[in-house]
Structure formats: structure tokens, C-alpha cells
């Protein structure tokens, strides 16, 4: 349920209306938009029959939210959220791309890739130090050695670092390196490791489940919110389906039915939604075309050397191509990049 106060109410009244909830058990969360405040309240609104909120000071009106999904939606919050980590938005009118390797595999690798997307204006670098791989013989990244070549590397060029979190015992490693956690599709519905990221105070990105149909999708983000950590993007990476030609299908439609309903920001992840190299500058164009708020983009310099995801990661030249016409599409819709 939500609490909608008067735009004239005072702090007084909120903290009023937040402890006497607080006291029937309920968990609260508030929302401050410009014009007025708006709680938020999670518990067994059974509790409520007979304590009327909207009598007391300060409230406009009390209104369940029929959603299953209540934190991330937008009947709580009307306003897309934008999320600014070191001075880089995503959300809104900001575009974020988020680029690198798909593994860690060198210092040297990563200073070779960091290079040239930050000259063709990406601001956040990404590369697995842990990796969910399907065989365990494959490559499993280079764990904390991975996390500070990350680190360093962005650190040297002024960028952002975004890392996936596999497993909730390393998220005090994985934060004292990341800017931004990255939970794996594989993951989406580790309830286990959201709620530990909702506790953390740190950016979180959740990549849709291979299987997850939407609405899990935002459940599991709701998972995150109900712990206290709003800072969430949500990733569209495909899902899986019948057809070979792709690793994926990309459902780019996800893009505008997550809009209509919540408030996150949501970015497009083509290399692992296509699988294909050929694909990604097409669907790079059409999911900043639909609306996302961001590009996830695995580039190598030798991708047929690449420890992992070699078939889907394109080369920085190619990557350049792909920024200038984010650009362009970006301005036709009052968007633009972050840079
Ligand atoms: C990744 O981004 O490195 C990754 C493993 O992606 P996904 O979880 O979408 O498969
Ligand atoms: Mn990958």
C-alpha cells in the first residue's frame, strides 16, 4: 500500500505516519519526488481495518498497490529514477554504455580494451572476474587478481567498473572493487544473493533470468528494493527459446512493457542476447531506438583468442561504429550519452 501525502506536509507528519506504521509492523520506504512525499508500506495490511491512516495529519490518501511488484513500480514512483554513480547517469534522459571483455583474462588485455572504449566515449567498464560458466572446466576468471586489474585500470582512465557477484560470501570483495554489482541471469532468482544486495549500499544491475517471464523479472528487483538498496538497473539479455540461430532471443519489447509499469532504469545486453557479432550493432541501435536506458557491449581486440564469449564479443573499431550511431539515435528521442 501507499501512503500519498499533502504537498504541504511537514517532516513532522511523515515521521508520524512512518513510526505509527513502523508500530502495526509494517516496513516503510519513502519515495521524495518534487511536488510531495509518498511511503511506501510492506506488511499484512489485514492490520489497517480499523486505524484509519488516512485520517492522520499530512495525508492525502492512502492507495493499495494491486501489483505484486510494489517498490519498483510505478504506482509508487511516477518519475523515471536516475541513477548517478561518480557523476555518470543512467536512467532518464541518460544513456550509459557499459563495455570491456566478457573475462578478465589480463592486466594487459583490459588496458588494451579500456583504451579505446573510453576514447569511443564508454564510461563504464565491464569484464567477469568470476564467472558462471556452464562446463566447471571451463575458465572460472581470476577472482580478486581480476577485481584489481578492474579496478586499476578504471581508476587510470576515469571509469566506472561494474562486476558480476556470483556467490553472497564474496560481496564484501566484490564491493571494495565494483562501482556497480552485476547479478548474472543465472542468478535472477537467487533470492538469497538479492537480498544480500539489497542490503549492501551499492549499485545493483539484475540481468533477467534465460527463463524469467517479466514479472519475475521485476519480483526479483523487488527483492533488492524491499531490502533498502533502490539503486537498481535492470538488464534485458534475452531469453531462451526453440530457435538456434541466436544464443538467445532478445525481447526488445521488454524494454517499453518494463517502462509502462516501473520506474528503472533498464539497459540491453546484444552480446549475450544474440550470441552473434553480426548482431550486435543492429540491436545495439534498435534497444536505444525502443527506449533503454543503456547498452552492455563485450568488445575484444582478438576475439577468436577470447578466454570466453569470443563468437559474440566485437572489435573496439566496431565498437567506435556502434557509439557514434547510439549518438545520433540517442539525440532523434531527447537522449543522450553519458561522457
Ligand atoms: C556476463 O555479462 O558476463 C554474463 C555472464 O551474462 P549473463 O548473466 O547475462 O549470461
Ligand atoms: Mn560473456
Given at each position: 500500500m501507499i501512503i500519498v501525502m499533502r504537498p504541504e506536509a511537514t517532516k513532522k507528519d511523515i515521521d508520524f505516519v512512518v513510526k505509527k506504521l513502523t508500530d502495526y509492523g509494517f516496513k516503510t520506504h519513502l519515495s521524495e519526488g518534487v511536488e510531495r512525499t509518498i511511503i511506501g508500506a510492506i506488511g499484512d495490511e489485514r492490520t489497517l481495518r480499523d486505524k484509519p491512516l488516512s485520517s492522520l495529519p499530512g495525508v492525502e490518501k492512502v492507495v493499495p498497490?494491486?501489483?505484486?511488484?510494489?517498490?519498483?513500480s510505478k504506482d509508487f514512483k511516477k518519475e523515471p529514477t536516475v541513477i548517478n554513480i561518480k557523476g555518470v547517469k543512467i536512467g532518464g534522459k541518460h544513456i550509459a554504455v557499459m563495455a570491456g571483455p566478457?573475462?578478465?583474462?589480463?592486466r594487459e588485455l583490459l588496458f588494451e580494451v579500456a583504451e579505446s572504449i573510453y576514447k569511443s566515449g564508454a564510461r563504464i567498464l565491464r569484464g567477469g572476474a568470476f564467472k558462471p560458466r556452464t562446463s566447471p572446466y571451463s575458465f572460472q576468471g581470476l577472482g580478486e587478481e581480476g577485481l584489481k586489474y578492474l579496478r586499476e585500470v578504471a581508476d587510470h582512465y576515469g571509469m566506472l567498473v561494474i562486476t558480476e557477484l556470483?556467490?553472497?560470501?564474496?560481496l564484501d570483495l566484490v564491493a571494495k572493487y565494483a562501482d556497480i554489482l552485476q547479478i548474472g541471469a543465472r542468478n535472477m532468482s537467487n533470492f538469497r544473493l538479492l537480498k544480500e544486495v539489497g542490503k549492501a549500499k551499492i549499485p545493483v544491475m539484475l540481468k533477467r533470468g534465460m527463463c524469467a517471464t517479466i514479472k519475475e523479472f521485476l519480483m526479483a528487483a523487488e527483492y533488492i528494493a524491499s531490502e533498502g538498496n533502490y539503486d537498481i538497473i535492470l538488464c534485458e539479455r534475452g531469453i531462451r527459446s526453440?530457435?538456434?540461430?541466436?544464443?538467445?532471443?532478445?525481447?526488445?519489447?521488454a524494454v517499453p512493457v518494463i517502462k509502462n509499469v516501473s520506474h528503472l532504469p533498464i539497459i540491453v545486453d546484444p552480446s549475450h542476447g544474440t550470441g552473434r557479432r553480426d548482431c550486435i550493432l543492429p540491436m545495439a541501435q534498435a534497444a536505444i531506438a525502443a527506449g533503454a536506458d543503456g547498452l552492455m557491449i563485450e568488445v575484444h581486440p582478438r576475439p577468436s583468442e577470447a578466454l570466453s564469449d569470443g563468437d559474440q564479443s566485437i572489435l573496439p573499431e566496431n565498437f567506435d561504429v556502434l557509439m557514434r550511431r547510439v549518438r545520433v539515435i540517442a539525440a532523434t528521442i531527447e537522449k543522450h550519452l553519458e561522457e
Open positions: 498497490i494491486l501489483k505484486p511488484y510494489k517498490l519498483v566478457c573475462s578478465v583474462e589480463s556470483l556467490d553472497p560470501r564474496d526453440f530457435d538456434t540461430e541466436t544464443r538467445n532471443i532478445l525481447d526488445l519489447a
